[in-house]
């Protein structure tokens, strides 16, 4: 590898100087907030009152291993709680993919920040924050939908709300692989038909993982959404996550790791 290439692979170069930008993308936002909370707060609820009310009427309860031994589950709260992590997911992918390519690629908003004192590593660290802080404004309203449900009413959900926006963080932190990489917004269907799509039926959100077989089960485990749903779901059941420090621990693993991809894919990107 030359030098020109290990360049890209440096260390970030971090500062304050990413609040502008953040704080940028929030005013922005705020004339559009009420239709965006609308549509990233719609279609999680769809699948929770579709699958939750509908199929949960033929289904019941279902049976969760613990280390207690099996425990019977109204699926309503099963599917509840794998979701907020599922929509925590997909508020900071579409952020970081559709939003941060049309400020990145179409409106070139970053080579307009960059003309200021303002970096690169700054710039990308900021859409990375901003993508997270969509998604947990979104899980924050669908989790006030789903405690004036009574779906679960456990104290310890207000330690899940932390936990979503790291959720957030990693997320975003993979998208903006994808954002670098992109040509234009088709290439993003294959980031979330051979990733995403197939995650959010191996992860445990819609049935337990113990009826995968044996082997895309194992691959399952490391899958970030299934560490964040066996961090969230045992919090709605007012019950504390098995393992947490290892689930966090491989959040945090793919948060680095995307990050530093994310912004040597970048910075060879704006090199050209």
Not at 187 to 205: A, D, E, R
Not at 225 to 251: C, G, K, S, Y
């Amino acid at each position: 590898m030359n030098n020109h290439a290990r360049s890209f692979w440096r260390p970030p170069t971090l500062s304050m100087r990413w609040w502008p930008v953040f704080l940028r993308n929030l005013l922005v936002w705020r004339k559009l907030a009420i239709p965006s909370l609308v549509g990233n707060i719609a279609e999680p609820l769809m699948w929770l009152v579709a699958f939750g009310y509908g199929m949960g009427a033929l289904v019941g309860q279902v049976n969760l291993a613990t280390p207690q031994g099996s425990m019977a589950v109204p699926y309503i709260l099963f599917l509840a709680s794998g979701s907020i992590c599922m929509s925590a997911m997909n508020a900071a992918t579409f952020e970081a993919l559709y939003s941060a390519f049309s400020r990145m690629h179409v409106q070139k908003t970053w080579d307009g920040i960059m003309n200021a004192p303002v970096g690169l590593d700054d710039v990308l660290l900021a859409e990375m924050l901003w993508a997270a802080f969509k998604a947990l404004f979104t899980v924050t309203a669908i989790l006030g939908v789903m405690l004036a449900l009574g779906i679960s009413h456990s104290p310890k959900l207000l330690l899940a709300w932390p936990i979503l926006l790291g959720v957030g963080i990693t997320f975003s932190c993979i998208a903006l692989i994808f954002n670098a990489l992109a040509k234009g917004y088709d290439f993003f269907t294959y980031y979330f038909t051979l990733f995403l799509t197939p995650m959010m039926f191996l992860s445990g959100v819609f049935f337990p993982r113990e009826q995968l077989p044996g082997l895309v089960r194992e691959v399952s485990a490391w899958l970030p959404l299934t560490n964040a749903v066996e961090l969230v779901r045992p919090l709605f059941m007012d019950r504390w996550p098995e393992h947490a420090a290892q689930h966090a621990l491989v959040l945090l693993a793919y948060t680095v790791a995307s990050f530093w991809i994310a912004l040597a894919l970048t910075r060879k990107r704006f090199a050209r």
